[in-house]
């Protein structure tokens, strides 16, 4: 990069959240955006954001978000004079900052060679081991065979020499994807083999490493920023402990794992680290504190050369924009600081994903009728009311994040917002969000990479009770009459008349069946469910917002919105979903003995079985992909494969019928 170098219109290779948060800062900065989108994304709110868009591909990602030459094509027909990564997709693909950097334009993150000898865990390690920088026991050689050949130990080998458990790891990954856990012998081959196979799939690299496994870890990461005139400082740790299949949801900072000691010794590591490479721009060393080791050894896991997802909680801290400190070091500006701002407060940082936690974060989809967060947190969120979530990129909405003096307040800030956030159309995981900062364990810092595991039991979502379902469908019922009063309105198809004054509705939510009646009565209303008859008044509907008293004193407010004989409320800070019961149901749908059918809409990548087969109970049938989260689907019980009705590359809905076996 030439200093002074000016930048006038910056392409983001990206979309989604991370699309917009970084045309923000360009467009503060007085540079001109450019989105790219694929099919799927056409209406999308990163594409209406920006100044221009240009469409580069069909929706699957490998088609579009990973084509280098579609990418290039979009910044030549803009004239485009930087191109911005993002995170995920292409922003740790050093072909891609090498051809962008070839083409005379400004790739806004490290070059080509730092990319290639940090994105390999293998060489990372190595290069760690050099400078100093305490890794991991464990071995990340050339050696890559599962047993012994040509006189030379295999992996297994050398899996048994460090002992169980041993983590295997994809060297060119990360999320999760090629990771396996080998407590045992007896699933050690298995567990090597499956996870080359998954590296390979989902990095096109099928290098593995091994390393001791920490049983309760903390990942506490450090951020680096580096210039093109050789300065490299660090902006303090992050702890992203809380973890589901290896993946963040929570992140926070600073860390209470960290005292003044540890911080300045994982500080000064990482800087060594990125010295070593000449790292120039944003990027992030990992490390894991052994939470059982009373001195605090902390140990190298790798760099990421990208800005991170739960980046906002270090500009919470810092003040500092970290996209526009990547923008200034692409234009050739030095850093014009030895160290960081001085930390003030806490942050921490929720990921908001489309998924069902109590369905073992099985991805959702849907239209999202509504988007409405608390002004008191910042929400850097990829979609609106009336984004479509579909199955082709990852499960997350978007990122919320609470500022305060201190955690305590922090967590409590962050968790009102979510029990306030309104996002009716599609299950996440804001309710399981939630529990997790009001959890006592969370509040002590008592944190690991097993938090979710260890406190599954406390935080699995309470079955509604009744005085909540109660307070649910008086809400949704009184929205309902009062749109029912505008004009041209109709009785939705669930309520049918009992007597000439009274009204009745049915709703069921899962299993459960709750039926409602209610008659005018003086100003209002009397509603009578689950055995309780509830006098109301003063019922008021503004938008989606239902109010009423109950009592004559005690006032009650709700969020409701009707589509398709769903009702989605909120109330209470939890939101059910209640389903109108049908006057005429329709019973074409009904469920096939032993049929298995798709637990969530997505891509067929896998049919293990064939028919007239003899399968055990448990055995693998059928392998779906959504979101970039594989899901198998198992034999219930043992017997035949009588049919099946799915091939490898078909699209599924959730529900669709994919075997019988009897």
């Not at 997350?396 to 922090?410: F, N, Q």
């Not at 689950?530 to 938008?543: D, E, F, Q």
Request: glycine share 10%; with cysteine.
């Amino acid at each position: 990069m030439t200093a002074g170098r000016r930048l006038t219109k910056l392409l983001v290779a990206n979309r989604g959240e991370i699309a917009i948060r970084v045309m923000r800062t360009a467009r503060q900065m007085g540079i001109a955006t450019v989105a790219v989108y694929s099919d799927a994304d056409a209406e999308a709110p990163h594409v209406r954001f920006a100044d221009e868009a240009v469409r580069i591909g069909p929706p699957p990602a490998r088609e579009s978000y990973l084509v280098i030459a579609n990418l290039l094509e979009a910044a030549r027909i803009t004239g485009a004079d930087a191109i911005h990564p993002g995170y995920g997709f292409l922003s740790e693909n050093a072909a891609f900052a090498e051809a962008v950097a070839d083409a005379g334009l400004v790739f806004v993150g490290p070059p080509a060679a730092v990319i290639r000898a940090l994105g390999s865990k293998q060489a990372a390690k190595r290069l760690a081991e050099q400078v100093g920088v305490p890794i991991v026991p464990g071995y990340h050689g050339d050696d890559q065979h599962t047993e012994a050949r040509d006189g030379r130990d295999g992996l297994a080998a050398r899996a048994r020499a460090l002992g169980f458990p041993v983590l295997v790891k994809a060297s060119a990954g990360g999320g999760g994807r090629g990771m396996r856990v080998v407590r045992g012998e007896a699933e050690l081959v298995e567990a090597l083999e499956r996870a080359r196979g998954e590296a390979l799939s989902a990095f096109g690299d099928d290098t593995l490493l091994l390393e001791r496994y920490v049983e309760r870890p903390r990942h506490i990461e450090i951020q680096i920023l580096g210039d093109t005139h050789g300065n490299v400082v660090h902006l303090y740790e992050r702890e992203c402990s809380i973890q589901r299949r290896h993946q963040k949801i929570v992140e926070e900072a600073p860390s209470v794992a960290l005292d003044a000691r540890l911080r300045t010794a994982m500080g000064e590591a990482a800087v060594a680290l990125g010295r070593a490479v000449g790292y120039v721009g944003a990027g992030t060393v990992e490390f894991i504190v052994d939470s059982r080791d009373p001195a605090g050894a902390f140990y190298f896991l790798e760099v990421n050369t990208r800005l991170q997802v739960e980046h906002p909680v270090t500009e919470a801290i810092t003040g500092l924009d970290l996209v526009r400190e990547q923008l200034r070091i692409a234009r050739g500006e030095p850093l014009g600081y030895a160290s960081a701002p001085a930390p003030r407060g806490w942050a921490i940082e929720v990921r908001l994903c489309a998924e069902d936690t109590d369905r073992e974060y099985l991805p959702t989809t849907g239209t999202l009728h509504a988007v409405d967060l608390s002004d008191t947190v910042r929400a850097d969120l990829g979609v609106t009311a009336g984004s479509e979530i579909g199955i082709h990129y990852d499960s997350m909405l978007g990122k919320v994040i609470a500022h305060a003096p201190t955690r305590a307040e922090a967590a409590q800030v962050l968790g009102r917002a979510l029990e306030l956030a309104w996002l009716p159309g599609v299950i996440t995981n804001r309710e399981l969000l939630a529990r997790i900062l009001a959890h006592p364990a969370f509040l002590a810092g008592e944190l690991h990479t097993h938090f979710l595991d260890q406190h599954a039991g406390e935080l699995a979502a309470p079955q509604p009770g009744l005085d909540r379902l109660r307070v649910a469908a008086m809400a949704a019922t009184l929205a309902a009459i009062e749109r029912r009063r505008a004009p041209h309105a109709f009785a939705p198809p669930g309520w049918r008349n009992v007597r000439s004054a009274d009204q009745a509705c049915v709703y069921h939510l899962g299993d459960r069946e709750l039926q409602l009646a209610y008659r005018p009565a003086g100003d209002g209303f009397e509603l009578a469910i689950g055995g309780k008859t509830i006098p109301v008044t003063g019922v008021t509907l503004v938008g989606d917002r239902v109010t009423w008293t109950e009592y004559g004193a005690h006032r009650r407010a709700a969020r409701v919105i009707a589509n398709g004989g769903r009702h989605f409320v909120l109330a209470d800070g939890a939101l059910v979903v209640l389903v109108e019961a049908p006057r005429f149901p329709d019973h074409a749908h009904e469920a096939v003995k032993g049929g298995l059918v798709a637990p969530m809409p997505g891509k067929v990548v896998k049919v293990l079985v064939t028919e007239g087969q003899h399968v055990a109970a448990g055995t693998a049938l059928v392998v779906l992909e959504a979101m970039k989260m594989e899901h198998t689907v198992r034999a219930a019980d043992a017997g035949t494969v009588q049919a099946l009705h799915v091939a490898v590359g078909d699209q599924v809905d959730a529900d669709r019928l994919l075997a019988v076996v009897t």
